[in-house]
Each structure stands twice: as structure tokens, then as C-alpha cells.
């Protein structure tokens, strides 16, 4: 493209204030991808075939629709959308190949394709922590102030300190090691942040 050159594009959004309007030439140039994803609704359920994974994403090759004129495939999932869990890597999750059913998030006016979410279709397993819960997990890592504990598969508390023992331990190694087996209680569960708080201190007695 030129400076000077004339263009066909379609508006797709207008900033009043500045006195902007953005446009697209994906729209004009690929009106069967722009429509299909016109039309698409938050919430739907699209299935295809991962084709491509990038250290921001992986690229979806739609079971319907046309084919993107750039990209291996029309839908993306970007990482925080792969999994509930922490990840190490995407390879962890999907492979190349692999069929998928995603959710779909939004139209992507810029790159003209589908945002997806595989982890919206699975069970967020935060739902199933609660306060006052008495959990089994392993020491998985211990800093000045406390002990994370893995609880789930992909999913750790902290113990703060002062929550460690019964009694005040000036650091985490007065009490416990990684690789330890304990028995925790939820005190607090952030969904927002996804984040527990636990508590080895006030484990009942009997849950020993």
C-alpha cells in the first residue's frame, strides 16, 4: 500500500471524540469472512482442528466457514483461554491436529477472526473450593512468608506464616519441606484472581 493509493474499506468503528473512524480492508476484500463472522454469537459453541501453535496462541482451522487469507485458521485461543490451570506450555494442553470444541468470544475486526475459549467449554475447578474446606496437598514451594501447597491439578494455595503452626515459626523450614504431605483449610478463595488462602493452623484436630 501507498501513500496516495485509493482504497475500498468498511468502517467498523468511530471514535467521536477524536474524530477517528477505523477501518477494514478484510471486510471489503473478504466479504464471505467478514460476514460469517458477523455473525457469529458470544456464548456459540465452534468446533475444527488446531493448525498452528505460536508462543501467544494457537490457530483453529474452522469446521464451518471460509478459510482466513493469512492466517492457518480462523478461529485463535490465546493462552490464558487454553486452560483453568497454569500451563508450562501450550503442548501440554493441545497438539497440533487435534479436534477441539471452543466457545466464542468476540469478532476480531483487526486480525478478521474468531476469539475462542477451550477452557469456557470445561469446569472451572475453582468452583469447588470453599471456605472452611479441609484439603490433602504437597509443599510445592517455600518463601519468607509462607508455603504454596498444591491442592488440584494445576491449582496452589498459600499458607502464610503465621498460619504454618499452632505456634509462631520464624520461617516455613522451622516446619515443613517441599515435597511435604499436609492437611490444609481453605480461609479464603479470590475467583477473580484465582487465588486460596490456607491455613494449616487451624486444621481440626480430627482431620490430622
Known sequence: MKVGQRIIAEVIAVDLDEGHARLSMTATENPELWAFLKSRHRGEILSGTITAIERFGVFV??????????????GFIAIPELSW????????????????????????????????SLKATRPDPFQAFAVGQTLQGQVTKLVPFGVFVQV???????VHL??????PVATPQDVVEAGD????????????????????????????
Open 152 to 158: 488440584a491439578d494445576g491449582i496452589e494455595g498459600l
Open 181 to 208: 504431605e499436609v492437611t490444609v483449610v481453605v480461609t479464603e478463595v479470590d475467583r477473580v484472581r484465582r487465588r486460596l488462602a490456607l491455613s494449616r493452623r487451624q486444621v481440626s484436630p480430627d482431620s490430622r
Open 85 to 116: 490451570r497454569h500451563i508450562e506450555a501450550v503442548s501440554d494442553v493441545v497438539q497440533v491436529g487435534q479436534r477441539v470444541s471452543c466457545e466464542f468470544l468476540q469478532f476480531d475486526t483487526w486480525n478478521g477472526e474468531a476469539r475462542l
Open 61 to 74: 482451522a474452522l469446521d464451518d466457514g471460509p478459510d482466513h487469507p493469512v492466517f492457518p485458521g480462523v
Open 162 to 167: 503465621q498460619e504454618l503452626a499452632s505456634t
